[in-house]
């Protein structure tokens, strides 16, 4: 770089300043912390245009990973009465609906989570 080029950085270039309200700060530091993003790049995000994608909700997650390991419990009881375990030889025909009707359950509640983490 020469001497009469200026290199630009973000710390030593232009700052904005712009007034908000107590309760305005807040939720723009709870939006940029939902986006996983610091204040300064979300508001910089923001103002450029740029549409916010948030990052998906740990709790959410937690409670996917739940719903997938009941499918995969249920899924495993349907396969060993599938394939005539012995130890599984008192299970009727009632049982097994009801074992299909909890994994049915399941995936409908995987589902509702699923698009409520998708609408955020």
Request: charged share 35%; glycine share 8%; proline share 2%.
């Amino acid at each position: 770089m020469n001497d009469g080029e200026k290199r630009f950085t973000r710390k030593h270039s232009k700052h904005l300043r712009v007034p908000v309200l107590p309760d305005e700060e807040e939720a723009i530091r709870r939006n940029a912390a939902n986006a996983g993003m610091s204040t300064a790049r979300f508001l910089r995000e923001v103002g450029q245009g740029y549409r916010i994608r948030g990052i998906v909700d740990y709790e959410r997650v937690l409670e996917l990973a739940r719903i997938n390991g009941d499918l995969g419990r249920l899924g495993g009881l349907l396969k060993l009465w599938l394939s005539n375990d012995r130890r599984l030889a008192g299970f009727t025909p009632a049982t097994i609906r009801t074992l299909l009707s909890k994994i049915e359950t399941a995936q409908d509640e995987l589902r509702s989570v699923m698009k409520e983490v998708m609408r955020r």
